[in-house]
């Protein structure tokens, strides 16, 4: 059986190499991003899991980037920023392929649905891709 940990060190382990990290600011986050984390980041972290032979998991892969802030002629106070939609664009496409029809060893991922853009409670933007993981257990004890 893998734990959460694992499964998340596994999808990092697609993601964390240069062509995917030489085109970011930021960096790759397990599990949730820092509050005070600035430029463009990855979270990843795991939605569910079960415990059958099969093991499967679904996971978040969000990828954040900064704002586009749009200047009005009046100054309202009002949040004016708009979600950078080329740069995520760009972002999916760089990192998609890494996720989608992977198979390795001991595990196996797929995209389950496309990116979706969403605000966070903060007021900014990030791009939501979930991935299907599956691993075949073989250290069942019990059997």
Same mark, same amino acid.
């Given at each position: 059986?893998?734990?959460?940990?694992? @499964?998340?060190?596994?999808?990092?382990?697609?993601?964390?190499?240069?062509? #995917?990290?030489?085109?970011?600011?930021?960096?790759?986050?397990?599990? $949730?991003?820092?509050?005070?984390?600035?430029?463009?980041?990855?979270?990843?972290?795991?939605?569910?899991?079960? =415990?059958?032979?099969? +093991?499967?998991?679904?996971?978040?892969? =969000? #990828?954040?980037?900064?704002?586009?802030?749009?200047?009005? @002629?009046?100054?309202?106070?009002?949040?004016?920023?708009?979600? =950078?939609?080329?740069?995520?664009?760009?972002?999916?496409?760089?990192?998609?392929?890494?996720?989608?029809? +992977?198979?390795?060893?001991?595990? &196996?991922? $797929?995209?389950?649905?496309?990116? #979706?853009?969403?605000?966070?409670?903060?007021?900014? $933007?990030?791009?939501?891709?979930?991935?299907?993981?599956? &691993?075949? +257990?073989?250290?069942?004890?019990?059997?």
């Amino acid at each position: 059986m893998k734990t959460g940990l694992e @499964v998340v060190r596994d999808i990092r382990s697609l993601m964390n190499i240069p062509e #995917i990290t030489n085109n970011i600011s930021g960096k790759i986050y397990d599990f $949730w991003l820092p509050q005070n984390a600035t430029g463009e980041n990855v979270a990843i972290s795991v939605l569910a899991i079960d =415990n059958e032979k099969i +093991q499967s998991s679904f996971v978040n892969v =969000n #990828i954040y980037a900064p704002n586009l802030k749009i200047n009005l @002629v009046n100054n309202t106070g009002i949040d004016n920023t708009q979600p =950078n939609l080329l740069r995520f664009d760009f972002l999916a496409n760089l990192i998609i392929p890494f996720l989608d029809s +992977q198979f390795k060893y001991d595990f &196996h991922t $797929w995209v389950d649905s496309p990116p #979706i853009p969403m605000r966070n409670t903060d007021g900014g $933007w990030f791009l939501n891709i979930k991935v299907n993981y599956q &691993h075949i +257990q073989n250290n069942f004890k019990n059997i």
